[in-house]
């Protein structure tokens, strides 16, 4: 089985502090995403990545940067914490069967910004 | 661009009753699936159906089945004979290649 994992279930910062999200998977999977799943919003990328110290901006990247340096692990980074950047993060890999993009998800971050 | 629609918020059904979520969608692509991905209270998302946009048959996958109205462009999801378990936020989606677009999700109960 796939395997996607978040490196915390819960994490509390404080406003103005630089936070870590770390997000290893174990398929060696070429893509990787970062989203944000807020009430009545549905999940929103933040960042997705092809390939090692590849990387494109999603649909909300402002305040996040992201950091791919070996092929298992995408972390997502959040320079300046701010409260409006509380929200649930999950993590997902994918692979391409066919014509078809199979995305496997990590089992989320809640982070409270203070 | 792509954009999925969830009008239904919230739902609730009784145990072993039928049950209906609502999705549209959008997209200028020609070459699309949609999804119905669900997420029960431990956060695990995981994946109900799903449907390529060139087949015409509805997808089915035990007691869950799709009505693709391509023309429509409206892709609900059917739950027969629902379970307990089936209580969780359900999430539509449409994709192509390495692009997904989440609706807002529709949050489901299934009452005892």
């Known amino acids: 089985d796939v395997k996607v994992t978040q490196s915390s279930r819960y994490l509390v910062k404080r406003t103005g502090e630089k936070v870590f999200l770390e997000c290893v998977q174990d398929?060696?999977?070429?893509?990787m995403f970062w989203y944000r799943q807020d009430p009545g919003l549905g999940l929103r990328l933040i960042y997705f990545?092809?390939?090692?110290?590849?990387?494109e901006k999603g649909d909300i990247p402002e305040g996040y940067s992201v950091s791919r340096e070996k092929k298992e692990r995408f972390s997502l980074i959040l320079e300046s914490a701010s409260t409006n950047q509380t929200s649930m993060y999950l993590c997902?890999?994918?692979?391409?069967?066919?014509?078809?993009?199979?995305?496997?998800f990590g089992s989320g971050t809640q982070l409270s910004v203070l | 661009a792509q954009t999925v629609t969830q009008s239904q918020p919230e739902m609730s059904v009784q145990e072993a009753e039928t049950v209906t979520l609502s999705c549209t969608y959008d997209t200028s692509e020609s070459n699309y699936y949609l999804f119905w991905y669900k997420q029960p209270p431990s956060r695990q998302m995981i994946l109900v159906i799903r449907q390529e946009a060139y087949k015409q048959q509805n997808a089915t996958e035990n007691r869950f089945s799709v009505n693709f109205q391509k023309a429509a462009k409206s892709f609900s999801l059917k739950i027969s004979d629902s379970q307990l378990g089936d209580t969780a936020m359900y999430f539509c989606?449409?994709?192509?290649?390495?692009?997904?677009?989440f609706g807002p999700g529709t949050r489901l109960s299934v009452l005892p």
């Open positions: 997902a890999s994918s692979f391409r069967v066919g014509g078809l993009e199979k995305l496997f």
């Open positions: 989606a449409s994709g192509y290649g390495q692009n997904f677009v």
């Open positions: 990545s092809y390939d090692v110290k590849m990387k």
């Open positions: 398929m060696d999977h070429e893509n």
